[in-house]
């Protein structure tokens, strides 16, 4: 079945630091990547949308100079945050989808902790 | 616009007993309808999906769901459960038109606690 590898699976980096997110399709080609947050006990919250080689759609209240994302390839799609700060601590996870695969595959997650 | 309820938060279920977690969607336009289970630290995994035929849709572990249209209804079940069965269970719909560039909603998600 379709497969999205997501790394790393956990990071702790200091306040004003930037750290990248990295989500692969392995086994499809994903024309559609989701970046999702999520807080402990919560549903997800959906921060962008990307299309390969377009710009991100940011939901409302996502700050697209903060969290950059990037999807160059088919296949690769980037989570930046930027500066972090300790209220980006959260879980966050990216779906892939194709227009051959409507599954939304979901990678297995990134805990961020900034300190 | 579209969006989904799940309004138990939290069910509480003895293992072996049979267990049935509600979702209500409400969308002016025709819907695919999607099951995630979510265990700690992890992603969400697809349990079953609703396109287009037959409104009873079977999944992996055992899980089934029926699509309701006249309820706006998508509500998960399996006969018998058991304690591995302990997660968070989120519903999801998005519209289905546009192949698959349109963004997932989900609902507030139910955890499913099984005892033994």
């Known amino acids: 079945g379709a497969v999205v590898s997501q790394h790393p699976s956990w990071v702790i980096c200091k306040s004003g630091t930037s750290v990248k997110i990295e989500c692969r399709s392995l086994?499809?080609?994903?024309?559609?990547m989701f970046w999702y947050r999520q807080f402990p006990k919560q549903s997800l919250m959906l921060m962008a949308t990307s299309n390969e080689g377009s710009k991100a759609t940011y939901e409302q209240g996502v700050e697209k100079d903060k969290f950059l994302i990037n999807h160059a390839s088919l296949t690769l799609s980037t989570l930046t945050v930027t500066s972090a700060h300790p209220e980006d601590s959260s879980f966050y996870i990216c779906s892939a989808s194709g227009q051959a695969h409507l599954g939304y595959t979901f990678g297995s997650g990134t805990r961020l902790t900034v300190v | 616009a579209q969006s989904v309820t799940q309004l138990d938060s939290q069910v509480p279920v003895f293992e072996e007993a049979p267990v049935e977690l509600r979702c209500n969607y409400s969308s002016s336009v025709s819907v695919y309808l999607f099951w995630y289970v979510q265990y700690p630290n992890q992603g969400l995994q697809l349990l079953l999906k609703?396109?287009?035929?037959?409104?009873l849709v079977k999944g992996i572990n055992g899980f089934e769901a029926e699509f309701n249209k006249s309820q706006t209804s998508f509500h998960l079940r399996k006969p018998s459960v058991h304690i591995s069965d302990t997660a968070e269970y989120f519903c999801a719909v998005t519209p289905n038109y546009g192949g698959a560039t349109n963004k997932l909603i989900f609902g507030t998600g139910t955890l499913l606690a099984v005892q033994p």
């Open positions: 086994d499809f080609q994903a024309t559609t």
């Open positions: 609703y396109l287009s035929g037959s409104t």
